[in-house]
């Protein structure tokens, strides 16, 4: 069955620097893949989705992951971070029965 | 107003209460779920309903109930609430109509059981 694998509980980062967050998936090139957040005190929001039309997938907030099948991986980058990207963020796989296998998650720390 | 709610928000309970969690929709989505998020083990699956009629075990079943008491609710119960079941709970909806299945999550039920 899919899965996925997120490396790094936790990433600190300086406000206006790179932001790189892992994803890996396992076995077979899933159809579906997909970035949620989720903000302190708040559930979780669907950030972007890759759905085979392109490699490179933009979401919101400045957001984007690019899927990559020779190394197996769906990486989220920001550019430059902002105070207001602290959070949780989620890759998840589909998983058969219109389920969804979520990793388990990395928090990001902004420092000013 | 939200199109997933979740109540309470907030609950402190003692081991061995019986206890109920909510959620409503207003997305008219078919399919509904159940989740606990633990620190360091993500989100997993309790249960899942894609109509009224359908209620299905997902990975973390034992120790919980859920009743689909109308398209627009999805309840999960805790017939006897233990410690290890302090967590935070969410549910989300699908639409039954999307190619993939990007879920729509409630703000949260942050459940402490003494």
């Known amino acids: 069955a899919q899965s996925v694998t997120q490396l790094g509980s936790h990433v600190s980062v300086s406000e206006g620097a790179l932001v790189l967050l892992r994803c890996n998936y396992s076995?077979?090139?899933?159809?579906?893949l997909f970035w949620y957040v989720q903000y302190p005190n708040q559930g979780l929001q669907l950030l972007l989705k890759y759905t085979s039309a392109a490699t490179l997938v933009k979401g919101i907030n400045g957001f984007e992951a690019e899927f990559k099948k020779s190394e197996t991986s769906f990486h989220l980058t920001k550019p430059s971070a902002h105070m207001s990207d602290a959070a949780e963020y989620f890759c998840a796989v589909p998983k058969g029965d219109y389920k969804l296998s979520f990793g388990a998650g990395t928090t990001v720390t902004v420092r000013a | 107003d939200a199109d997933v709610t979740q109540t309470p928000r907030n609950r402190i309970t003692k081991t061995g209460k019986r206890i109920m969690l909510e959620c409503s929709q207003t997305k008219g989505h078919d399919r509904m779920y159940w989740y606990r998020q633990d620190p360091g083990l993500g989100l997993r699956l309790i249960y899942y309903?894609?109509?009224?009629?359908?209620?299905n075990k997902g990975e973390i079943s034992d120790g919980y109930s859920v009743s689909r008491q109308a398209q627009a609710k999805f309840s999960l119960s805790l017939e006897s609430a233990i410690p290890n079941q302090t967590a935070l709970y969410f549910c989300a909806t699908s639409d039954i109509g999307t190619p993939y299945n990007e879920q729509f999550f409630g703000p949260g039920t942050r459940l402490t059981v003494l």
């Open positions: 309903s894609f109509d009224v009629k359908d209620i």
């Open positions: 076995s077979s090139v899933p159809p579906y």
